[in-house]
């Protein structure tokens, strides 16, 4: 082969090269098509939830149930818990029955009107999360009529509608007959709701389709097409989205997220989630310990540069409420704002007879979470307060988190559905799965509100165990986590952060693509 | 020959049974998957009633014994994540990893052999340092690196790729490089070594002295022997391509086998993760049995021995 041959062979493949990457780029650049909106999601799409009965414990199934159900009640824009399917819901006075009056002419997917039978059978038939509880507590439910229905209760329940109509899938109506034809698994297979999309096709690690349900109740929906598009990895999601093959990317954080803001056209969208971190103390109960001092305890808290660790972390959207419980919940209480007083906090600690500070053990962390553990080490070092960083995988941490095993500084979080009650009594009152110790007052006012009925005395009551949860120093709060999610160009209203506490975008019929109402 | 046949499939199954064992155990010891499937401050009945769904509850050796008795029927369970069978979810992972090994495979062979052939037979010179640089950086650039590097390019840069997903070929070309480079890499270095080994033999020589021209006993004498160590590696490492390109499907979230593997392993999966490592275990198991009889049906001094 001679050297000008050779040569002729590059330039030729060469130039049969950039022919066929133009060709290919001219495919590979086609973005959505006009009336479509691809999400890219950050976790694997499980079949079961698409079916409300299953809905465990967390908050990711209802990224879907907004798309393919509908519930009696649920969170929507400004109000937590707005009827839905129920156009009303009357508790008796002896608050030991719940009347529904369900709406009329609402239609499944499937062409068949939802009535009090589906209603019925889809309590029932929930074993998710809670069901247990909600079950054992259920007496009966009468059907009126097609459209009225009561729910009895065996004894009176002041949180049934908080686990009926939020923390649970118990209250995200199936159809009836169409269940029992297809069975549980083909109901996985081609789930039927009465949302405002409708299923189209599912491949399991790749992608969900939907379309829009014209029928739906409350508006058409107006975007035509969704796509979940399962894509794992962060920077790949980012990638995606600066690409234009995706209109939204779910969580994107730290570095990424700046990067996003620094690529023209994208936005950043936080949704405040009613996941609040905090640091624990689980030795405050042992009089050995430096953690008894309750001036160390608020030393720890005057110690944390909130603001910053925000900043750096979550772009500043993170919300600094200085509690535990979640701010969307009901019941919630607003402790003063978090002050970061390194001086206060030696001096809180002087007085605590640590004048030179102290070495004050391990600080255990989720380790997926270890960056804000990072952040938070410097700042108590600061002041006198030496830990070393002890991150765990996850499931090991809440493992040992809850059989009680950890010492000196815990950094906890729970993202769980419920109300103030709820959350105190896992992580605060007496024999909860995450309290290493109790206080008596806090006990007698949680035994109290529990068969408290009147709802403004039990706001007092849940007010005041919140006041004194943060009087004792029980915890140091830091923030309640902003999930960050990217946003491309083509969207208009993108739905983030409509409903409270919903780290999610939705509801989905009042998303839009630029150009629509 | 049937004696010899009889005491590999013994040692066959031998094998697949430590492996199950090890495996059963081996994902027990990382903790309990309860604690992934909720958040935390779920209610311990809760907890409770999600171990008990899934058999958790039982004693070990019930589990294993559950475990045991179900693969012999052909049924690995149910996925705890996806609460569909794990054999259901395993076969429509399988196409497309199939799909992206065979393209990664052939990459690799296409690369790795004869850059390992002009390695050898320009030793010590430029080629020879050039396919040396080529086969450390396949083997030591991280492939997560390397796939977020392309992307970068092709799909943020230029636009020409599709960053992530699966359903052409547009979609397969740059996982397929990133897996395939890795393997190309291996390739190279043992055609390379094998080369030389085989370009130094008496029959080599013999070739070279009765004046066949070099092409002919490169290409025909020196390579078929050159080879055999070549493709019984790239046999083993198909399985490998097919079973654990964890990471490669991770970051392009191309939907296979690699990526059920991470899934599995990041909510405590087990019966996913117990599926995929038996079932890519025992195609290894397999393959090396058919290597094993072919080699013995082949050399009678193999079967002799043994």
């Known amino acids: 082969m001679t050297p000008r041959s050779s040569s002729t062979t590059r330039r030729s493949v060469l130039a049969l090269s950039a022919a066929a990457m133009t060709g290919l780029a001219a495919r590979a650049a086609g973005a959505a098509p006009q009336d479509e909106l691809r999400i890219a999601s950050h976790v694997s799409l499980a079949p079961t939830w698409f079916d409300p009965a299953e809905t465990p414990g967390i908050i990711t199934p209802f990224m879907l149930l907004y798309a393919m159900h509908d519930a009696v009640m649920k969170g929507m824009p400004g109000n937590p818990m707005a009827p839905c399917l129920a156009e009303r819901c009357t508790m008796a006075p002896d608050d030991l029955s719940y009347a529904f009056a369900l709406r009329k002419g609402v239609r499944f997917h499937n062409g068949e009107e939802m009535t009090a039978e589906d209603v019925k059978f889809s309590l029932e038939r929930y074993r998710g999360a809670a069901s247990k509880s909600l079950k054992e507590r259920v007496a009966r439910v009468d059907i009126h009529d097609p459209h009225r229905l009561t729910i009895h209760l065996h004894n009176p329940w002041p949180d049934f509608l908080t686990y009926y109509a939020g923390a649970t899938g118990a209250g995200w109506i199936v159809p009836k007959k169409y269940v ?100 624990y103390f689980p030795e405050q109960w042992d009089s050995q310990s430096p953690w008894h001092d309750r001036r160390v305890r608020q030393a720890t808290s005057l110690a944390l540069d909130r603001d910053t660790i925000n900043q750096a972390l979550t772009m500043g959207h993170s919300r600094l409420t200085g509690s535990v419980f979640p701010e969307n919940f009901e019941f919630y209480w607003q402790p003063p704002k978090p002050a970061y007083d390194p001086d206060g906090a030696r001096k809180l600690l002087a007085e605590a007879g640590h004048q030179r500070g102290f070495d004050a053990g391990e600080y255990y962390c989720d380790a997926s979470y270890a960056n804000i553990g990072e952040v938070v080490l410097n700042n108590l070092r600061e002041v006198g307060i030496r830990v070393k960083l002890r991150p765990l995988e996850r499931a090991a941490f809440f493992k040992a988190y809850a059989e009680k095993k950890l010492k000196n500084i815990v950094q906890g979080a729970s993202g769980a559905m419920g109300n103030c009650a709820t959350r105190a009594e896992a992580f605060v009152a007496k024999g909860g799965v995450y309290a290493y110790g109790s206080y008596p007052e806090i006990d007698a006012l949680f035994a109290e509100q529990a068969v408290q009925t009147d709802r403004a005395k039990r706001t007092a009551i849940l007010h005041r165990l919140q006041q004194l949860v943060q009087e004792k120093a029980i915890y140091a709060p830091i923030w309640q986590l902003a999930f960050l999610s990217g946003v491309g160009p083509r969207v208009g209203q993108s739905g983030f952060g409509l409903i409270d506490g919903f780290a999610y975008t939705a509801p989905y019929e009042d998303l839009t693509l630029k150009g629509q109402g | 020959m049937k004696q010899f046949i009889v005491r590999r499939v013994g040692y066959s199954l031998l094998s697949l049974f430590l492996l199950s064992v090890t495996i059963f155990l081996f994902v027990r010891v990382t903790g309990d998957p309860t604690t992934l499937l909720v958040e935390p401050g779920a209610s311990p009945e809760d907890i409770e009633n999600m171990r008990h769904q899934f058999g958790l509850d039982q004693p070990l050796w019930v589990q294993y014994w559950l475990f045991a008795t179900s693969f012999v029927t052909g049924d690995l369970g149910q996925s705890f994540y996806y609460r569909t069978p794990v054999l259901e979810l395993y076969f429509q992972r399988l196409p497309n990893s199939l799909q992206l090994a065979a393209v990664a495979m052939v990459l690799s062979l296409l690369i790795g052999i004869p850059s390992g052939i002009l390695a050898a037979v320009r030793v010590g010179g430029f080629w020879d340092s050039a396919g040396k640089t080529f086969s450390l950086l396949g083997l030591s650039l991280p492939q997560f690196w390397v796939g977020l590097v392309l992307i970068l390019f092709f799909s943020v840069y230029l636009g020409w790729l599709p960053s992530s997903g699966s359903g052409g070929i547009l979609h397969l070309l740059m996982p397929a490089f990133t897996l395939g480079w890795y393997f190309a890499a291996a390739h190279m270095r043992l055609t390379r070594s094998s080369m030389l080994e085989v370009l130094d033999s008496e029959y080599v020589k013999l070739a070279r002295l009765k004046g066949l021209p070099e092409a002919l006993v490169i290409g025909k004498h020196a390579l078929k022997n050159a080879l055999i160590p070549v493709i019984t590696l790239a046999g083993i490492n198909l399985v490998v391509m097919i079973n654990v390109a964890v990471v490669v499907e991770t970051v392009f979230a191309w939907p296979g086998i690699g990526r059920l593997l991470y899934e599995g392993i990041t909510f405590r999966d087990f019966p996913v993760v117990q599926c995929v490592v038996v079932l890519g275990g025992s195609m290894i198991i397999v393959v090396n049995l058919l290597v094993d009889i072919l080699y013995a049906y082949i050399d009678p001094r193999i079967r002799l021995e043994s």
């Open chain 1, 180 to 279: 029992e034809k297809v069975g549980e698994d083909g109901f996985k297979k081609a789930p039927v709701g009465a949302g405002p999309y409708r299923f189209v096709s599912f491949t399991p690690g790749v992608e969900l389709v939907l379309e829009a349900f014209e029928g739906y109740w409350r508006k058409k929906p107006a975007i035509r097409r969704l796509i979940f598009k399962v894509i794992p990895d962060e920077a790949t999601r980012l990638a995606a989205l600066q690409g234009k093959e995706v209109d939204i990317a779910y969580s994107i954080r730290g570095e990424l997220a700046s990067e996003l803001l620094r690529t023209p056209g994208l936005s950043l969208n936080p949704a405040v989630s009613s996941a609040p971190f905090w640091l």
